[in-house]
């Protein structure tokens, strides 16, 4: 059926605009749960397209209430609206390895509970989490959802496994990883709790999107524990972020998982959460351990 829509569109792209248009079938994810199938179009000679959501009419489509020609009349008919207005879905439709490479940055997930889909895809682990590879897909310069960078695509690009990790480390490097008190992040409090303690921390990118990958960077964990004077203790309450406290005088590692908790609930949907354990920075060993309560 997929392939109907999307030799369907192309046929009609081709009537109204010309040859050279490019018409793919693309699952675009979300926090490696939800995945968004969509039809990519792009335009002669470029290397990016215009992203329109199907997963609606792919529904009506199985449930039969919904006709072939209706789906693909629609799918040009918001391509159309949005080639107008320059809306256009920053998504690689003709990558390369130059392209990929200059685009990749990580993302941190659950090892368990991605245990299959890991297995096809280039991945670095630490403790109980991966560090994946993906390329952000970007809508009015809004990352929306992203393309996880596989074992096959690397394959036939020619991208070693130490090419994706370096460019993945620099990219992400590049945008930095401040350290901010809790409460000028999370202002407000939390559920009544005083979030206002000078011994929480959060360490994030700019960005606030996919921070906690803070935790891959060596240089970072130890100007973390030289700013908060030894080892340090960490939780996750997303994948964006790193909520911190000095393991002498800060606070538990119990009360340390709920104030994740009651932050996940509050800002964040399940799938954007990769860890339930407390992590510890040895700042003699130089290394992560998940820490005891």
């Not at 793919?24 to 470029?46: D, S």
């Not at 659950?110 to 297995?119: G, H, Q």
């Not at 972020?241 to 964040?268: F, Q, W």
């Amino acid at each position: 059926m997929k392939e109907k829509i999307i030799n369907g569109v192309a046929g009609t792209i081709k009537k109204r605009f010309g040859k050279g248009y490019s018409v793919q079938f693309y699952e675009l994810v979300k926090g490696m749960e939800t995945v968004v199938p969509v039809v990519l179009i792009c335009e002669p000679g470029a290397t990016t397209g215009t992203a329109v959501h199907i997963d609606r009419l792919l529904a009506g489509l199985e449930c039969e209430e919904t006709f072939l020609q209706d789906v693909v009349q629609h799918v040009v008919k918001v391509y159309e609206e949005l080639r107008n207005i320059s809306s256009c879905a920053d998504i690689i439709t003709k990558p390369d390895k130059k392209d990929i490479l200059s685009r990749v940055t990580y993302q941190l997930v659950n090892r368990e509970k991605n245990a299959i889909k890991l297995t096809g895809l280039p991945h670095r682990e630490i403790l109980d989490l991966s560090a994946v590879y993906k390329i952000v897909v970007k809508d009015n310069g809004i990352e929306t959802s992203s393309i996880f960078v596989d074992k096959a695509m690397c394959g036939s690009l020619g991208i070693s496994g130490d090419e994706l990790e370096d460019a993945a480390s620099l990219n992400m490097e590049l945008r930095g990883f401040p350290c901010k008190r809790l409460n000028s992040v999370f202002p407000g409090g939390l559920d009544g709790m005083d979030n206002g303690s000078d011994c929480l921390w959060v360490v994030t990118n700019w960005s606030h999107c996919d921070g906690a990958v803070a935790i891959l960077y060596p240089d970072c964990l130890r100007r973390l524990a030289r700013k908060l004077g030894g080892d340090v203790n960490m939780v996750f309450p997303s994948r964006h972020e790193v909520v911190v406290t000095p393991v002498e005088g800060g606070i538990a590692p119990k009360e340390l998982r709920n104030i994740a908790d009651k932050i996940n609930s509050i800002r964040y949907s399940p799938e954007e959460t990769i860890t339930q354990n407390v992590y510890r920075y040895n700042r003699k060993k130089r290394k992560l351990e998940i820490a005891g309560d």
